[in-house]
């Protein structure tokens, strides 16, 4: 690979090989190797995500939601609780001051929701022949409740919970484009992980990560490399919304393998999933939360279908969705 | 304005407007209308910015090397010392994997420059229909060694240094570009300014901000806006290179409204200008610093010309040097 390509973006096999062949080699911390999506620097997370998607409104969502929901559940999963914000726009020359201005009100809100606020930020302007859609950069910092990153906390024997149906964001993404001829729409996924987290009691989380670019498949294989184990799911558990469900059987997409942005898989111990879920299916974003599998020995993740049978669920790779955050 | 036009990101008046009536007005936190680029949390300064440069490598500086600077720069000049910094990559399709190394490599060099780590990131690919040129963020969190972003610490009577001579970086992107007929090139000042205030006394400087986007003009008719005080400029005391004057009048820019990415202005007592003055000259990058002028009770920048005569620096408006940072 001499040219990065539209695969490098789609949060799979490429995005991975571009991260760790070309980023972390030439900045060669090797410490970042093993980090999740957050830093640790002292009691605090820190954090940062650019969204790029389009259109920037769509249903349930915009662009600024987006920013600020994203970046918060990086710091959610990492196990903080979000605090502060940094918001960066990118605008292209000839946008409308209007949406700007709903993009910014939508900011607020949604740190609002979180208890965020937004601290400091910054403002380019740039020529409509070199950018042709808004981008937002948000940072975040987070006061640490629990490390929720360490690929050691996780065993063998236990269970990932997801806390939410998937594919949801995606598909919403794909649908408000327009391109499809396909009748109604369907609502994003995005939401403040931390508005449930909070309910949830730390002792029982052992590891934590947002299902994002790639999907649970991206997710499940990035911490599977990790932790040097493995993942089996069952499939006649995993919710997906009949509209999303049908959508990706038409479109041929694994649903496994579409974004979401307001999923997190948490990785619990098999003593304690029963009270766990319990208790995500009653916080905000939690009622169609379910229990997806259980850690296995081998370095793997498999989907025992709703047939018996067994099938590999591989890191993504190709183009899926492009940008859809 | 129901459009926004480039002139708003050229860091003068209409960027200022933007900032004022379409962001911080929704963003509705009325605290961050008086900050500088760096907001205060706890014992720590956090800060961002976007950059959005082409091209991308220019004389003495690259991309990387920039975004670094500047984020360590607005720490700095925050009074805060440079620790971790985020670093997140938007990508056009297409781009050569050998120039995003050249980045990357620049990134760590200019980081280990200043001893900050870059502890987490984000990468995006967006396809070069809707991108051209590369964009990164850097968002930085620095220790407060001592908070120099305070207006009231601004009193009549106090002199203003200039850390370096000025309007080089924008100059060095002009002609980077190409597009002019002009033999030679002109280097970039983007630095560190951290390793410059480092060997200074804190105790000694009242007030620092550096002067990126929109120049000297811009910046000191910000912060006579927000003191509510005046400055009184010497135009024979102000420090340009030949080369950069020479197209400066060719082209008919103002230097004190060309960008530069490594020099800061510094407010000091008048008692105790020409010891720090001294020192300066003695730093990293402070060879070239001199005494422009001091703070007087009307609130207005001024320059006295070489012939004598006054004439107002207004708050740059209009299109200046378009993407220098």
Known sequence: MSIIDLTCGSGGRNTHQLIVDVILKNLNYPELFNMGDA?????????????????EFFPN????????????NDLTVAGARPEF???????????????????????????????VQVVCGDTKVVDNMSLKSIIINTAGIGKIIKKLNDYNAI??????????????HGMAILLARGELQFNGSIESDCCHLYN??????????????????????????????????????????IVVKNEVKYLCEMLGFDPLTVANEGVSVIIVKRDKVEDVLKLVKKCNYGDNAFIAGEVIERQVVMLKTIYGGLRNVEMPSGLLLPRIC
Chains 1, 2 share one sequence.
């Not at 830093?39 to 259109?55: E, K």
């Not at 990560?209 to 558990?237: M, P």
């Open 61 to 72: 969502c915009d662009i600024g939601k987006l920013a600020v929901c994203g970046t918060s």
């Open 39 to 55: 830093a640790y620097i002292g009691n605090f997370a820190f954090t940062t995500d650019s969204f790029v998607v389009t259109p």
């Open 85 to 115: 914000m940094s918001l960066s726009l990118i605008i292209p020359e000839g946008y409308k001051k209007e949406n700007l201005e709903k993009i910014i009100k939508s900011v607020r809100t949604s740190a609002d929701e979180v208890n």
């Open 196 to 237: 449930l987290f909070k309910c949830l009691d730390y002792n029982c989380l052992n590891f934590a990560r947002d299902a994002t670019r790639g999907g649970i498949a991206a997710v499940l294989n990035e911490i599977s490399e990790k932790c040097r184990k493995g993942f089996l799911l069952y499939e006649e558990d």
């Open 155 to 168: 065993e063998v024997g236990d269970k990932i919970i997801i806390t939410s149906d998937i594919a949801r």
